[in-house]
């Protein structure tokens, strides 16, 4: 079993929707949770990271975790087309062990 | 913000050559880490450092070695480069190894070996 999963999309919507981003992990030692934005050919830009379940709001990012469920969302509401990227979860503990998802690939159509 | 410096957004190398690739950080961060990231592969860890001429292989070190004599530089060589060594490479910082703090990464280095 894969410690991070993550539905590659692609994901297409119209601009303007909220859009809805998941990721399932198996871990249960996984302390700190992120969200990452990559534009292609770019590195991976943080968007969000918190360490408690529940709802983290950010402008039109929302990051929400259910650790009892070993589930994270990120929610983006009103969506432009400079959305349009790959987003990563990532999971960490301790200060050295990082784990990624593969990415889905949101494209925002105008 | 945090800063992570990738000396090359591109470089094409040839097989055998011994390869530089490095990386700055401003944020006087701790602990560095080298990934590489292939389509279907998503990232994978091939070394980090949590000080000054410390370092750890990560699940990929094969290959490849690090050099780490400054907090703020960290780099990754790539000892007779091979074409299966094609990828993109990341650079990430992240602070401490008290406070657990998330990563920030490098615009990257895209690496051909022909």
């Known amino acids: 079993q894969k410690e991070v999963e993550q539905d590659p999309g692609p994901l297409s919507v119209p601009e303007g929707a909220i859009v809805s981003l998941n990721c399932t992990y198996s871990?249960?030692?996984?302390?700190?949770f992120m969200w990452y934005r990559q534009y292609s050919r770019k590195g991976p830009e943080l968007l969000m990271y918190t360490y408690s379940s529940g709802n983290k709001e950010d402008g039109r990012f929302t990051a929400q975790v259910d650790k009892s469920s070993k589930y994270i969302s990120l929610f983006i509401r009103d969506s432009q087309p400079s959305d349009s990227a790959t987003y990563l979860c990532?999971?960490?503990?301790?200060?050295?062990?990082?784990?990624f998802g593969s990415g889905t690939k949101l494209n925002v159509k105008p | 913000d945090v800063k992570v410096t990738q000396s090359s957004r591109y470089l094409v190398k040839r097989t055998g050559e011994k390869v530089f690739l490095e990386c700055v950080q401003d944020?006087?961060?701790?602990?560095m880490f080298w990934y590489r990231q292939d389509p279907g592969l998503g990232l994978r860890l091939i070394y980090f450092s949590y000080d000054v001429k410390m370092k750890e292989k990560g699940d990929i070190p094969e290959g490849y070695s690090v050099s780490r004599e400054k907090k703020e530089r960290f780099s990754l060589i790539l000892e007779s480069a091979s074409t299966n060594q094609t990828s993109m490479y990341l650079c990430a910082s992240s602070s401490d190894r008290v406070n657990n703090q998330p990563q920030h990464f490098g615009d990257g280095t895209r690496l051909s070996i022909l």
């Open positions: 871990n249960s030692a996984f302390q700190y």
């Open positions: 944020m006087d961060h701790e602990n």
């Open positions: 990532s999971y960490g503990y301790n200060f050295n062990k990082f784990y």
